[in-house]
């Protein structure tokens, strides 16, 4: 298993930053693609940004490409989230993710190829 937990979320203006931590325990967490998700009020969860299991390959979501970056430490078995110039659009519930499967070569996108997840982390983006 590999237990997440998010941090860094909070209240910032519109043209602010934020970066999100995800602190994993295991050993196996540099085996797993890592994800990105958020989910609004009355709004499906979405995908935001994913980074394979060696960093080398990410990949984002169009609302936030450019904007956001996503990044991990395997030795200090964290994920980041680093996102700028925040948009109120940007408020939702953030998630971190662990792939299903280890060493994959691509970045998966869809909820159901991730199969561990955080409590999330609130953000909220005021105009």
């Known amino acids: 298993q590999v237990p997440l937990v998010e941090s860094g979320g909070g209240l910032v203006q519109a043209g602010g930053s934020l970066r999100l931590s995800c602190a994993a325990s295991g050993r196996t967490f540099s085996s797993y693609a890592m994800g990105w998700f958020r989910q609004a009020p009355g709004k499906e969860r979405e995908f935001v940004a994913g980074i394979t299991w060696s960093g080398g390959i990410t990949a984002y979501a169009d609302s936030v490409k450019g904007r956001f970056t996503i990044s991990r430490d395997n030795v200090k078995n964290t994920v980041f989230l680093q996102m700028n110039t925040l948009k109120p659009e940007d408020t939702a519930v953030y998630y971190c993710?662990?792939?299903?499967?280890?060493?994959?070569?691509?970045?998966?996108?869809?909820?159901?190829?991730?199969?561990?997840w955080g409590q999330g982390t609130q953000v909220t983006v005021s105009s």
């Open positions: 993710a662990a792939g299903r499967w280890t060493y994959t070569i691509v970045v998966p996108i869809t909820g159901g190829e991730y199969n561990y």
